[in-house]
């Protein structure tokens, strides 16, 4: 069965067209067949204005047509499409989201932070790790920053803060929030087992990828530090030269590793791993397991 995942993010959105497949023992494999990426930059016009302007919405309209056609191409029988925190924002939210309805059928959801925290947990990677540790999602958004947090395979607590790559580079993030943010973490994981970070989002990706690290060995704290040193002495033209890195990658890249190290470091962390998963996976899973209980 093929199943499509659509994210609109404050910084990109993405379609995840899968095919799921159970084997004979029972086991479901999740293949993926295409990702597509565009940068729509919706936080830029978002968190100064609180509107999507006419130009953006244009884009985003052709963005979901553009995603409609290719999950019929793919043969996709059922789809999720949710939107994050620019859309959140949004006073024009509600309006966007019913002409592209209209214009193409595909219906979005704008979902919470704690549900878009819950979903990005529904990829279950911390289930494969060593029970010795708790765990820490961490998913880095353009607009906000996911936290999700367990032991012994027990949900503790999942946290949304406002506190994301876009609202950084625009400098609408304040000393509070990050203490905020701090306190919380602080608080919420005293007594619990070492915790080991899982860092999910593009950036935390592109920086595994630089790293040339094998898929399923984690990125140390001193690693994102030494990362963060070097990419913040380059401007983003430099960046993009440098290591071949598109403009909306490399303007937003260090204030996501800001971010990853300030949660690794008040959580005591001194790892985190990069399974390359986030929010669409998360939603074929859930959309999975809704398709298997109607059936």
């Not at 985003?60 to 047509?65: A, D, G, Y």
């Not at 999602?137 to 027990?154: C, Q």
């Not at 290591?243 to 996501?256: F, G, M, N, Q, T």
Request: with cysteine.
């Amino acid at each position: 069965m093929k199943l499509a995942a659509i994210d609109i993010g404050s910084n990109a959105a993405r379609l995840l067209i899968t095919e799921v497949v159970t084997d004979g023992s029972g086991q479901t494999q999740f293949n993926k067949l295409n990702l597509v990426r565009v940068p729509l930059r919706l936080g830029f016009d978002v968190f100064d204005s609180q509107v999507i302007s006419p130009e953006k919405e244009i884009h985003v309209l052709k963005t979901i047509k553009a995603y409609r056609a290719l999950m019929d191409v793919y043969g996709v029988e059922h789809y999720l499409a949710c939107a994050t925190s620019a859309m959140r924002d949004a006073t024009n939210a509600k309006e966007i989201i019913a002409h592209i309805k209209g214009e193409t059928g595909v219906e979005i959801e704008v979902i919470s932070g704690d549900e878009e925290a819950s979903f990005i947990y529904e990829n279950h990677i911390a289930e494969n790790l060593d029970k010795d540790h708790s765990y820490m999602y961490i998913d880095v958004g353009g607009g906000s920053t996911e936290l999700t947090f367990f032991n012994d395979n027990h949900l503790v607590f999942k946290e949304s803060f406002n506190i994301g790559t876009i609202r950084l580079l625009k400098n609408q993030v304040e000393e509070k929030m990050w203490n905020e943010m701090k306190d919380f973490i602080r608080n919420k994981t005293r007594g619990f087992k070492e915790i080991t970070c899982i860092g999910s989002g593009g950036n935390i990706n592109k920086v595994f990828s630089m790293s040339k690290k094998k898929d399923g060995k984690p990125l140390s704290l001193d690693h994102l530090k030494d990362y963060y040193k070097e990419l913040s002495s380059f401007t983003v033209p430099e960046r993009m030269r440098l290591y071949s890195l598109r403009e909306d990658r490399a303007d937003v890249i260090v204030p996501a590793l800001s971010i990853y190290i300030n949660v690794m470091r008040w959580t005591d962390s001194r790892d985190i791993y990069v399974p390359k998963i986030g929010l669409a996976d998360g939603l074929i899973h859930i959309l999975w397991n809704k398709v298997k209980g109607a059936g």
